[in-house]
């Protein structure tokens, strides 16, 4: 065999792991963000210097994403074991929070929580969906050069045709946190005034992705580099994937109303699974048109990644109708609570469900993008997310221990119902007004297609400089963390200098 074929083969007939390790994996880094809030806050109150630029980015990265590498890496089968560490961790730093407070010092503990279910939240974004979108493109960029080492545990790999693989969950992921932050529901008046102009706009701002479409095609045939067939197909890739969710959300948020997304989710998920397994398409995305597996034709070659489409359409649509949930305004502490709870109840209902339809009906399969599928991808999207939200809640009522304490990323704390602005009290730090805020979580989130681009031309050169099959633990892990360091940094100081690339 081949190099290549040495590579491809060692990504290839793969079946996954189980949903529960996949769910405490995504929980995990919910928590570091939750530790890393907890240390800012410990530090501010034990050091009065204010920390540069370099200091801030080191502490992130520590924090944020080496653990990520290593619970992908050398820590993937201790992933309960991480997760009971940084909770024990989290609760000692928040112990000595309280113990340090400076606000309400003589106050008993329900009454101190009293106060803060009172307070209200300032933001110009939903912290916890901008960490959500930093989780899901950081553990895929991490997992398309770590799954290429062999210290990458197979089982977390995309699978083959059934099974729950971590990789499988990147895709879906980040089509839902993009559809939580599209146009549609940051500025529902984007939508107002004419049908054909709100299409118009909608058609112009994929032509960039139709560029990088076909930039990573033919790069990718020039070179010869390693594919997984099954994936997508012989042309198809990821982002035709997104060209066509962004032409058909459009179509359908013209004809039913905005705040009906889920029931289109759900149209489109239940009709497609019934076509799979009443009709011949699922013969047709196994074996082609002929039965034997053939790729002549562009439907042939391109099968898997023409008709999961649909899948993502439907992930799309969910993330749409939960992102005009949790952008509506939430004044208090308490309805921030019951965001979160509702988000959680619905993840739990959603896996009871999962577990029916993989009983009664069919497997989760990415190669379809099937009911099963679908419905894993929403259920897990929901409990990161409501992980992140009950971790702000937390957060904030330390910071609200702690007078001045500034953590960026975070919900920006008002002391009297923002209603009557002229007469609140902010508990904001005057320092975090004047400041931009230095966080690496920002920057990823700001510069999301920066890094995510980065990160596919620098998988692409290490695999063409590194003898990846037959690297040793250490280097892998040297190499892999030294990849994650160089485009952080490189987004993180494009942050600062506000360069972007913005095409929607």
């Not at 400076?102 to 901008?130: D, G, H, M, Q, V």
């Not at 904030?396 to 609140?424: E, M, R, Y």
């Not at 250490?474 to 987004?491: D, E, G, R």
């Amino acid at each position: 065999m081949s190099e290549k074929q040495m590579k491809e083969a060692f990504v290839s007939n793969l079946n996954g792991t189980t949903v529960l390790e996949i769910t405490q994996g995504l929980c995990f880094p919910a928590f570091c963000i939750l530790c890393r809030g907890f240390l800012i806050i410990f530090s501010q109150y034990l050091c009065s210097f204010s920390p540069t630029w370099k200091t801030r980015f080191l502490i992130d990265f520590v924090v944020l994403i080496v653990p990520m590498v290593a619970t992908l890496t050398i820590w993937a089968s201790f992933i309960l074991l991480e997760l009971l560490g940084v909770i024990i961790f989290g609760a000692g730093l928040l112990y000595q929070i309280y113990r340090r407070r400076t606000c309400y010092a003589r106050l008993p503990f329900l009454k101190i929580l009293e106060k803060f279910l009172n307070i209200s939240l300032e933001s110009e974004y939903i912290p916890a969906i901008s960490c959500f979108r930093v989780i899901t493109s950081a553990f895929t960029a991490i997992a398309i050069l770590a799954v290429d080492f062999p210290l990458f545990p197979r089982r977390f790999a995309k699978t083959e045709l059934y099974g729950t693989g971590a990789m499988d969950f990147g895709v879906g992921g980040f089509v839902f946190g993009s559809a939580m932050v599209c146009l549609e529901v940051r500025r529902r008046k984007y939508m107002e005034g004419s049908k054909l102009h709100y299409f118009t706009n909608s058609l112009y701002s994929v032509w960039p992705l139709v560029f990088l479409g076909i930039g990573r095609l033919a790069i990718i045939k020039s070179i010869g580099y390693q594919e997984h067939l099954t994936e997508y197909g012989v042309h198809w890739n990821f982002f035709f994937t997104i060209i066509v969710v962004k032409l058909i959300t459009p179509l359908l948020l013209i004809i039913f109303p905005l705040n009906k997304s889920w029931i289109i989710a759900l149209g489109i998920t239940v009709l497609y699974q019934l076509a799979l397994d009443f009709t011949s398409l699922k013969r047709l995305i196994l074996y082609g048109t002929d039965g034997s597996g053939t790729r002549v034709g562009l439907l042939n070659a391109n099968r898997e990644g023409i008709i999961s489409t649909l899948g993502y359409v439907a992930i799309h649509m969910a993330g749409v109708q939960t992102g005009l949930y949790v952008h509506k305004n939430r004044l208090h502490i308490k309805d921030l609570i019951k965001v979160a709870c509702f988000l959680l109840l619905a993840a739990i209902s959603l896996f009871i469900s999962l577990y029916v339809v993989q009983v009664n009906v069919e497997a989760v399969s990415r190669r379809m993008a099937n009911l099963a599928f679908c419905i894993w991808i929403v259920a897990s999207s929901l409990i990161l997310l409501s992980s992140l939200l009950l971790g702000d809640i937390i957060l904030s009522f330390a910071k609200f221990l702690i007078k001045g304490a500034l953590v960026p990323c975070s919900w920006k704390l008002i002391q009297s119902p923002v209603t009557n602005k002229k007469h609140s009290q902010s508990l904001v730090p005057e320092a975090e007004r004047m400041e931009p805020s230095l966080c690496l979580i920002t920057a990823l989130n700001r510069k999301q297609l920066i890094f995510f681009l980065l990160s596919n031309i620098t998988t692409g050169l290490i695999n063409l400089m590194v003898d990846t099959l037959h690297s040793s633990t250490l280097w892998a892990l040297f190499v892999v963390n030294l990849y994650m360091f160089s485009n952080c940094l490189i987004v993180y100081v494009l942050y600062l200098q506000d360069k972007t690339i913005q095409f929607w």
